[in-house]
DNA sequence: CTAGGGTGTTACCGGTCTGTAACTTTTAGA
DNA sequence: TCTAAAAGTTACAGACCGGTAACACCCTAG
């Protein structure tokens, strides 16, 4: 029978995406190192032998989220090389289909909501990686030509970030559902300023 | 010495309102019975005497929140009597200030973060009370003359759910500074059409 | 073939969690 | 004042948690 996860990578690999998959399903109190280690078909011992702690493991698995959120912004650039006014439209376009494949929202803020403590080593790390998505965005409605840049971006940010936390409340046919049509306009009223 | 909470009230309400507030600072998992009957100054066996779980305890304090939410729309009714235009702006108010209050945000959104069992008790309160708030913000926009009444429902949610989560992720400079701004030109532009 | 690092296995530690039993004390109402 | 309900106290059950120790195994590089 053959495993969830990739069939024959290293243990440490096989950790990480498994966690991933795990804390996102199920949030990070939810689920214990043991049912990490079993579904991805190892065990306790050699987590802890890669990772200081399930803290430490936390903190890796957001960062390799982000690590994937960045490959998509490439993917961006490459398939409308120069055109930012048309990569924004791509952002939108992904941000929606994000919403329609996936109902647990956003990993990172997840993660904020999840662990209180305000010395937990994921907290600073969840700061920094959205600080820099939202570099990313101001940068890319800037390049796109418009005035009010930074509002714009940070707009679209908040549209997205509830409607990823109003999905998990209400469900896909709630306000969530509008996504696209609302960010589009947005975009619109903003070109025209 | 005094207790941190009400004076001398019955252990039912102090429960409730300590756990209100312990789960909204620290998170549902993040906070265990004994931590609450202690702090409200009584013992695990009268919680369990007035509420028939944890789970159930949980169910308690989301409606209690809501009820909470309730009373702040009947003041908007108290302080413009009719006027459903200043109303909307009242709750664009009240919302800003909510915002700057406190940062750990909606405790039915958060909730539905923690929650993720599809069969808890809270998920189908969450539901509930999240859809009737959207039914009375639609409502008013309604009332107020506003033609696509729905979507400047759902938009003004969503730029309100994600600044609170936005909060809890990158804090009070965040792109939820800006809320007010957003949602009153949003307004602007809605009774411009 | 052999040495050694990575991995698997088992058992365990101390702590915390929700929930309950049995009993005593306090409180409030007639 | 007497009584009955409500609340406090202590102890415990059973499960799960994160994390570690000790040891056996396998697989590959030399």
């Not at 409308?80 to 924004?88: N, T």
């Not at 109902?103 to 969840?126: F, K, Q, W, Y």
Request: include cysteine.
């Amino acid at each position: 029978m053959s495993d969830g996860v990739a069939e024959r990578s290293r243990p440490r690999d096989r950790i990480l995406e498994t966690a991933q998959d795990m804390f996102h399903k199920h949030g990070i109190k939810g689920v214990g190192v043991d049912a990490i280690t079993e579904a991805a078909g190892t065990n306790k011992m050699t987590l802890y032998r890669h990772f200081e702690s399930k803290d430490e493991l936390v903190v890796e698995c957001l960062r390799a989220t982000a690590a994937k959120a960045s490959r998509i912004w490439d993917e961006f650039e490459a398939r409308h090389p120069g055109d930012k006014l048309a990569q924004l439209h791509a952002w939108v376009q992904k941000a929606s289909e994000l919403l329609s494949a996936d109902s647990r929202g956003c990993d990172m803020a997840n993660a904020a909501v999840e662990l209180t403590e305000t010395d937990h080593p994921a907290r600073r790390v969840i700061k920094e990686l959205k600080e820099a998505q939202r570099e990313k965005l101001v940068a890319l409605c800037r390049d796109a030509g418009i005035g009010q840049a930074e509002l714009l971006a940070d707009t679209l940010s908040l549209l997205l970030e509830g409607a990823r936390v109003s999905m998990q409340s209400v469900g896909a046919e709630g306000p969530s559902a509008q996504f696209v049509r609302m960010a589009e306009s947005l975009i619109a009223s903003f070109r025209a300023r």
